[in-house]
């Protein structure tokens, strides 16, 4: 069994202070637990926490610039001026893209999007973009989700009599682009009192702006468009704290009874439509088919299907995302297979703070994943490089105790370009580079990691045997929607009998256990566990930590466990 150390959250809590908020807020002591491990203490974040009202989402006009952004859309509008949107590829570009078009289109603009290409144009604005949309007749440029970090493109369109308005929730450096408008939370100067808004919710803001300027109803501005900022905000996994949990709620609400065909169509590939949705639906069956798009070819295809003017277009463009999405899974596990062989055949991998590989052929869109999969399988930083001739563009995912983007920040002296945040990051670089970028990259780690990285579980808190149970699985759905800074809660049993294990799938790489916890039988399934099974025989005694679930099948609820890690119990 792999080493992995409990963190249990609860530990840095007073019980007397569990007790008292139990007490003042009658919610179960467990429950209490959870909400005060997620940093919920006052009334108000309480009230926040569990009403999702509108009222806690902030007033737009706080965010930098966005004014001046939105008188100039509204005199663009006046004016019959082109606008032209630049997104980004991934499914908060998207639909940042889609949201902003869609309110644009619908009061009257004269207005287009782009999206470049992650093969052949890469991340964020560039120069020959920016020559052929000025050659359109454009006037206003807005980006979505992008353009933060680029300097000379915006002086090149300021060049071309074209105005630049920057949308972006990116980390900013020291100095930010000389555009008509910068509207960014991160910014140094910014008073806006949440930073963690995706960049949808950042184009969402801009909307509302707009819509009270122009004296439109911003309710209903709000109600018709917050589906595109819930799935961008889910997909993009910023905080589900603050006001990213009141878009996400009210937006998966909206999306039940959605009008909009494309996002209908998903649901109906995906095998979800008029079913219970939650932020788990958007999470692992939406998001991935609207990313699937930038990732394999054109993102347009994805921004097409939520903009479908009819049922049979989007079922159709719903189709092909799915398509689409196939043939990412069947890439990634090709190049997953590769890199791990690179890494074992490494005979100095364990002297390396960070992963860093590259290989020619590697699809540029599929190894931000894979390098998630490396993380989660060595829990070391990683790279993944894919080269075309002398140039190579990466991506990477990090773990907690390492600053991605800080550590390409110290290498930027190598790299022709990079942004991104602390745990993921994207580059590109010149291959002549690679070797010092490995070398340096690792310096860095080594001087700034100063203990071992073994991976961290957190854990909720140990419960009772009595706690698992399907009505508590069920109390825990309050909790929705749940993601990063809000997370499902992980609880851990200790001193389980195990009845019986088998492994499932077709592969065998799922584990299916049954145990007894204090005379109570469980089901439990473990997800990339089934090289568990062999230990696990009938009455050994282990230590379990897991998210509690409701197994629906065949209208039979039923408790479920699902396995975060196992432990053999200490006598």
């Not at 930038?294 to 079922?315: K, T």
């Not at 390396?352 to 290989?359: D, G, M, N, R």
């Not at 809000?486 to 799922?510: I, L, Q, T, Y």
Request: proline share 2%; hydrophobic share 40%.
């Amino acid at each position: 069994m792999h080493k992995v150390n409990w963190n249990f959250k609860n530990s840095l809590l007073e019980p007397k202070k569990i007790s008292e908020f139990s007490k003042k807020y009658k919610i179960s002591y467990v429950m209490s637990t959870v909400l005060l491990n997620r940093g919920i203490e006052t009334e108000e974040q309480v009230r926040g926490y569990i009403s999702k009202s509108l009222e806690f989402v902030n007033n737009p006009k706080m965010l930098p610039d966005i004014e001046a952004a939105a008188e100039r859309i509204i005199e663009a509008i006046k004016k019959k001026e082109k606008i032209m949107i630049y997104g980004d590829y991934d499914v908060d570009g998207v639909t940042s893209t889609s949201l902003l078009y869609s309110f644009l289109k619908d009061n009257g603009a004269d207005v287009e999007f782009f999206i470049p290409d992650r093969i052949k144009d890469g991340y964020g604005l560039n120069i020959l973009a920016v020559n052929r949309i000025s050659k359109r007749g454009t006037k206003l440029l807005i980006t979505v989700d992008c353009g933060i970090s680029s300097f000379g493109e915006v002086e090149l369109a300021k060049a071309q009599k074209m105005d630049v308005i920057i949308t972006d929730h990116h980390t900013c450096k020291e100095k930010i682009p000389q555009a008509l408008a910068v509207v960014d939370p991160k910014r140094p100067d910014s008073q806006y009192p949440f930073n963690a808004l995706a960049g949808v919710g950042v184009a969402f803001k801009l909307v509302l702006a707009v819509a009270m300027n122009m004296g439109l109803n911003t309710r209903e501005c709000f109600d018709k468009y917050v589906e595109f900022a819930a799935i961008g905000t889910v997909a993009d996994v910023v905080s589900l704290q603050g006001e990213n949990r009141v878009i996400v709620h009210k937006g998966i609400q909206s999306m039940a009874k959605s009008n909009n065909y494309g996002i209908k169509s998903l649901l109906k590939v995906c095998g979800a439509y008029e079913k219970e949705l939650n932020s788990t639906t958007v999470a692992f069956m939406i998001s991935p088919r609207l990313n699937a798009a930038g990732r394999m070819g054109s993102a347009d295809l994805a921004v097409n299907l939520l903009l479908s003017r009819s049922e049979e277009e989007a079922y159709g463009l719903a189709v092909k995302l799915d398509e689409t999405n196939k043939q990412r899974q069947k890439i990634e596990l090709e190049i997953l297979r590769e890199t791990v062989k690179m890494i074992e055949n490494d005979t100095n991998k364990d002297n390396k703070k960070v992963i860093v590989l590259a290989k020619e052929g590697w699809h540029h869109g599929v190894i931000g994943i894979v390098a998630s999969r490396i993380v989660e399988m060595y829990y070391k930083p990683c790279i993944l490089i894919a080269q075309e001739g002398n140039i190579g563009k990466g991506s990477g995912r990090s773990v907690s105790g390492m600053n991605l983007f800080d550590a390409l920040t110290e290498c930027e002296d190598l790299l022709t370009q990079y942004g991104g945040h602390d745990q993921a990051a994207g580059l590109t670089l010149n291959m002549d580079n690679f070797d010092a970028f490995v070398t340096k990259i690792n310096k860095y780690a080594q001087q700034n990691i100063k203990t071992e990285l073994v991976k961290t579980l957190d854990i909720d808190c140990s419960v009772p045997g009595g706690f698992i149970s399907l009505q508590s699985a069920k109390q825990l759905k309050w909790l929705e929607p749940v993601g990063m800074d809000n997370e499902k809660p992980v609880f851990a049993v200790k001193g389980v009998k195990v009845v019986n294990a088998s492994v499932m799938g077709a592969d065998g790489k799922h584990l299916r256990v049954r145990v007894d916890i204090s005379g109570n039988v469980v089901d439990a399934v473990g997800f990339g566990f089934g090289e568990y099974a062999k230990y696990l025989v009938p009455d050994r005694m282990i230590d379990i930590a897991f998210n509690l679930d409701v197994n629906n099948f065949m209208n039979n609820e039923k408790v479920q466990l699902i396995i975060k890690d196992i432990k053999s119990t200490k006598r």
